[in-house]
Antibody, heavy 119, light 106 residues
Framework: QVQLQESGPGLVQPSGTLSLICTVF?????????WSWVRQPPGKGLEWIGK???????MYNSSLKSRVTISVDKSKNQFSLKLTSVTAADTAVYYC????????????WGQGTLVTVSS | SYELTQPPSVSVSPGQTVSITCSGD??????AYWYEQKPDQSPVLVIY???KRPSGIPERFSGSNSGNTATLTISGTQPMDEADYYC?????????FGGGTKLSVL
């Protein structure tokens, strides 16, 4: 079955850019419609960041839209997240997940990766 | 922006039935989804499209959604069900999560 795995730096400098990659295993990224990023600050709830279609179409959370870019690399079966001008408030576990349909459920999820914003 | 409201915590005795609510404006007109998250683990889908159980999710998990409230019910609660539970819905092309409910099985 499909599995997802996040990768990227665990520490980012304030005002820098957070960059993460999600690799899809066990299936083609073009077989499912949308792929998404969700984050969870330590001890807090889940926040949706955005999603990307395998054709490259994107939708973002309006609260983050000015700082977020999600892209897809079909040749590597990966999609990625870039978040600019980060602050300590962006410290969180970042998850990637598959979206069922256009507006469906998130399943499966990656194992998550903690990104800390600190100097 | 759209908001989903959950009680911060709920407790239940083993073997009993517990319900966790999720409130949002006209939530019944949308699909509600529920996720279970145990400490240091990723969320796991337990209910989709209001009341459907994914393969592998025990029958003791059920869901409903009407009016402004979606409800996750766990019947015959087991100690292993102790976790955080999050509801989720889509509004204006945005995925919205509830704040989460910590379920304690005492």
């Amino acid at each position: 079955q499909v599995q997802l795995q996040e990768s990227g730096p665990g520490l980012v400098q304030p005002s820098g850019t957070l960059s993460l990659i999600c690799t899809v295993f066990g299936g083609s990224i073009t077989k499912s419609n949308w792929w998404s990023w969700v984050r969870q600050p330590p001890g807090k709830g889940l926040e949706w960041i955005g999603k990307i279609h395998h054709t490259g179409s994107t939708m973002y959370n309006s609260s983050l839209k000015s700082r977020v870019t999600i892209s897809v690399d079909k040749s590597k079966n990966q999609f990625s997240l870039k978040l600019t001008s980060v602050t300590a408030a962006d410290t969180a576990v970042y998850y990637c997940a598959r979206v069922s349909g256009d507006y469906g459920w998130f399943d499966p999820w990656g194992q998550g990766t903690l990104v800390t914003v600190s100097s | 922006s759209y908001e989903l409201t959950q009680p911060p915590s709920v407790s239940v005795s083993p073997g009993q039935t517990v319900s966790i609510t999720c409130s949002g404006d006209k939530l019944g007109d949308k699909y509600a989804y529920w996720y279970e998250q145990k400490p240091d683990q990723s969320p796991v889908l337990v209910i989709y499209e209001d009341n459907k159980r994914p393969s592998g999710i025990p029958e003791r998990f059920s869901g409903s959604n009407s009016g402004n409230t979606a409800t996750l019910t766990i019947s015959g609660t087991q100690p292993m069900d102790e976790a955080d539970y999050y509801c989720q819905a889509w509004d204006s092309s945005t995925a919205v999560f509830g704040g989460g409910t910590k379920l304690s099985v005492l």
